[in-house]
């Protein structure tokens, strides 16, 4: 199988320098024609520049591929707005987003002051409101899209230090489901990719807290010493973060994770559970607890319609069973 672009147009934020560079570079040589977002500066979101965002259309442009630069910001809605419509006037249309500009500060969850927590929502959840929703429209009049989301390991595994980026972050697991069953109908497809790569955002991490949890630091330098560290590398993220928004991807409402050369799908389930068929006591539920958690042939729900579905499903099994007459 061949994944081509030609034709089509892709706007990438955050694609000045990591994983959105190699993104970028990827998807024009592919044919794409290509809208460079970035910024600029540093790794916290400091000292706003233009030139990385230049210099990657640069070195597109030179390679014989087509690209032209947005340095907006993803935090105000004429900022994300904007990056579409660069796509629209210069390209007449939008294929697919990735949503991966970003960055990380840290802090201990008690003492996050507001600025450090309303950065975070600002720049990583509702940036992917305000680029998300203009490229939605474009791509609903085209009957034909693909978004994707950048999420983080932080939030959706946990890790000290990134409450507020681990919260965004999370935000876009909610965004992305919700865009896939809103889009299906207009052949929009939306993911979220979960990566692992050494970039300038990852360098900026604050490491202070890692003497809290001896146990957690020990894990880290087993991690950094395995074999897939020397795979930690922007560019074994980007072949999984181009499938996801070709055309021969039909995937969606997915997250995958992209790390250490391993790819794979992550997700979230329901275990079988417990029933009550009375309005149980809370020493009921305690009582129940090792079924309330057992994992054994668990469920994923897509909606909570779908959910419900499961439960009523378990109702009439157990009904089922219970109604059997008893062997003689």
């Known amino acids: 199988m061949d994944i081509s672009f030609e034709g089509q147009v892709v706007a990438v934020t955050g694609a000045g320098g990591g994983l959105g560079k190699e993104y970028a570079l990827e998807l024009a040589r592919r044919g794409a024609s290509v809208v460079v977002n970035d910024l600029g500066g540093l790794g916290t979101g400091e000292d706003a520049t233009p030139e990385p965002a230049n210099l990657v259309v640069e070195e597109i442009r030179d390679s014989g591929g087509v690209a032209v630069a947005s340095h907006a910001s993803v935090a105000t809605r004429d900022g994300g707005e ?32 507001d600025e450090k927590i309303n950065s975070m929502i600002d720049v990583h959840l509702k940036g992917a409101f305000f680029v998300g929703q203009a490229a939605f429209r474009v791509m609903k009049r085209q009957g034909y899209g693909r978004i994707l989301f950048t999420g983080s390991s932080s939030g959706y595994f946990g890790n000290p230090g990134q409450a507020s980026y681990g919260a965004a972050k999370t935000g876009l697991l909610g965004l992305s489901n919700i865009i896939a069953v809103e889009g299906e109908a ?14 300038r955002l990852a360098s900026s991490q604050d490491w202070t807290w890692v003497a809290d949890y001896p ?46 050369g391993r790819y794979a799908r992550v997700f979230v389930g329901t275990t079988p559970g417990w029933y009550s068929a009375e309005l149980p006591s809370v020493e009921a539920i305690a009582s129940a607890w ?39």
């Not at 949503?99 to 002051?113: I, S, V, W």
């Not at 207009?186 to 970039?199: F, K, M, Q, Y």
Request: hydrophobic share 35%.
């Open 215 to 260: 146990e957690l630091g020990a894990m880290i330098e087993r991690a950094q010493n395995a074999p897939s560290s020397e795979r930690i590398d922007p560019r074994w993220v980007m072949p999984l973060a181009v499938y996801l928004v070709s055309q021969q991807c039909q995937a969606t409402h997915g997250t995958y994770s992209a790390v250490g």
């Open 186 to 199: 207009h052949g929009i497809r939306s993911n979220v990719l979960l990566p692992g790569a050494n970039t």
């Open 290 to 328: 090792d079924a309330v958690e057992n994992r054994t042939g668990f469920t994923e729900p897509l909606t909570p319609y779908h959910e419900l579905c499961d439960i009523n499903d378990g109702w009439a099994a157990l009904i089922a069973e219970h109604s059997r007459p008893a062997a003689e």
């Open 82 to 113: 904007s990056i579409i419509t660069t796509a629209l006037t210069e390209y007449g249309r939008v294929d697919a987003l990735i949503c991966n500009a970003g960055y990380l500060d840290t802090g201990k969850f008690d003492e996050l002051p």
